[in-house]
């Protein structure tokens, strides 16, 4: 006979919860310096306009996926 799943604790669930909050904190924080340092990094260079055209170039969006999704 198969014995039952034995559920967690409030104590360890707060600590899972605990552990994801904090990895989100700092991935967070990783974007947001990392967004503040190419920020920084483009006014240095002051070649903003050239550094656009070529993101706009290198990502541009894809607007071919545009299926509607059919419901079951």
């Known amino acids: 006979m198969k014995k039952p799943k034995q559920k967690m604790t409030q104590k360890e669930m707060l600590n ?4 994801l909050m904090l990895e989100v904190s700092q ?3 990783l974007a ?7 920020t920084e990094y ?4 002051k070649e ?3 550094f656009k055209m070529y993101l706009q170039s290198k990502f541009e969006p894809n607007d071919k996926d545009n299926e509607e999704i ?3």
């Open 48 to 50: 903003q306009g050239d």
């Open 42 to 45: 483009i006014t240095f260079k």
């Open 16 to 19: 899972i919860i605990d552990g």
């Open 70 to 72: 059919k419901e079951k």
């Open 27 to 29: 991935i967070k924080m």
């Open 32 to 38: 947001y310096n990392t967004d503040t340092l190419v």
